[in-house]
């Protein structure tokens, strides 16, 4: 996040809404929004949008998909004439994937005031470097000249986004109606044990950190396993001082526990908390559990689930209700509006690698639908 390569997208995403006559706005934290007027200037806009931003080794369509889409979707309008109520907006939010600041969907959080900006602005990148420093200084930084918005007021909200899992290939299905995405929460464990010589030390006497942490990813993962509709991740670890003839004295971790059902989030936070203690008292280690954030399961709202179904159906495409385990800019938009997903197909299922991809009929497919479905939505919103 705010990288050079963002700050491209963004000017792309700026220069296209100029060229296209859509005004624009950016907040604080550099959340971009292009707004299609509406027949209603007073009314809240219908929001179209996703993340720029990706995992470090993710590929292209992971976020950007959805942006694009929008962006598409907003085009698609105006080439047919449709003219609708209340304003169409795309948006780009920022931080989604929470790979360089510890919080996952920084950009909607901010925006429907789940964070206030002056948090996220303070949040500090492995090097130290807060996220209000990388804006104002670093190549990935604000847009000039682009008007601050002025309100979060909106209608409803719709993300297109790629399945990354396996659910519409296997089915044959090209188009999915997501029902809810799964709850998450996100800790950062620290172990603090003894540092001394690999080859002098007894084992009998030793409070090794790393063992102790692969005691507990056991136990956390074995948990998920037998919870089933669960999963755990440690998905990055750091190990001090992090040489081979040195007994670890401390080691950091990530763990990331989902499920559609809050209740088997909770259980897997309770094993965790379960083994930090026990390993603890066995090992003689200090340790820390903190929580980087916390996202409910979130169900679509059912009106707009069926203001997307209606625009699938316009399409003429076989749709399917699948559930989301991957998080989403969605997720936070819900505490403030009426929301609803679209998903294509991911070939392979695979997603956050660098070789997800998606076909060019299944993307083109993805944006007749959402630009029938803002349409189907400002329909409902009318009536
Ligand atoms: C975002 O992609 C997430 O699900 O972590
Ligand atoms: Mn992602
Ligand atoms: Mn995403």
Known sequence: ??????????EHFASWARANEYKLSQDRVGNLF???????????????GSHLDTVKTGGAYDGAYGVAGAMCALELLDARNVSTEHPIEAAAWVGEEGSRFPLGCLGSAVFAGLTPADHALALADETGTTLGDALAHEAGGLLRNVPQRENNDIAAYVELHVEQGPILERAGVRLGIVT???????????????SGHAGTVPMAIRSDSLGGAAEIILAIESRARTLGEAVVTVGRMTVEPGSANVIPSRVTFTVDMRSPHDANVDAIEQSLRDALSRTAASRGLRTALESLEERSATPMTPHMREAVRRGANATGERSMDVPSGAGHDTMCIAAIAPVAMIFVPSIGGVS???VEKTSDADLELGVET??????EVDRDLRA
């Open 1 to 10: 996040m705010a990288t050079p390569a963002e700050r491209a997208a963004r």
């Open 34 to 48: 292009a707004r299609r007027e509406g027949k209603r200037k007073d009314a809240s806009p219908i929001v179209a």
């Open 180 to 194: 809810a995405i799964a709850s998450q929460r996100r800790f950062r464990v620290t172990l603090e044990g003894d």
């Open 352 to 354: 956050h690698v660098g």
């Open 370 to 375: 959402l630009a029938a479905a803002l349409v």
